[in-house]
């Protein structure tokens, strides 16, 4: 783990190949903590998933640069529109000049064509794109675990899930990386907040990510995980029906 950001803490490590977590720590007033996760891929188009919220841009910018050039950045993605996602997405269309914003269809239409300096490259459910050795398959999760127009990215060649705001681990001082159970402290942490949309068709579009056959976890929030993730899915499937 490399340290990019001595006051803050942000720090990157390499989850997958070619793919890096870059994390920083929030301690919250009156105990606790949390943290928020974007994910780089490196690649002939580079690409940034989550842009981190307005305020912490020169924080992530920071830890990007200290991979690879951030005017080299093709595509900025996220899952949905919220400020942890994207808040920063105009900032980092204007140092990276050759970038645009990378989306489903509904969050282009509802939101990125108006909100973003230029225009988004809008992906269809199920469809693909190659970043040069790495491939991003796009999949439409509405409502999972809230927004309408929620999707997730599966990077191929690494069976990397970038899982945007599934298996959301409170704390501050995690690991970057694990293969300890993360379900129950997602789940207390879900219970807690009752962040969930309760969507009816949860249990389908789990199963449609569990059939990608992850065995990278790129949470948004907590550590990443590693092992059987098409397990780990199902299991969340079954909690919320539970």
Partial sequence: MTVTNSRSGTNVYEV??????INTPVVIAGGGGFSFNQYLIVDDDPLLFHTGPRKMFPLVREAVASVLSVER??????????????GSLNEWLAVAPQSMPLCGRVAAMVSIEDLADRSPRALADGEALSLGTHRVRWFDTPHLPHAWECGFLTEERTRTLLCGDLFTQGGSDLPPITESDILGSSEAFRHGMDYFSHTKNAHVMLGRLAATA??????????????????????LADALSA
């Fill in 73 to 86: 950045l093709r595509y900025i993605a996220f899952s949905h529109v919220e400020a942890d996602e994207c």
């Fill in 16 to 21: 997958s190949d070619g793919i890096y977590r």
């Fill in 214 to 235: 992850p065995t990278t976890l790129a949470c948004m929030h907590g550590s990443a995980w590693r092992g059987d993730g098409a397990k780990l899915l199902r299991d």
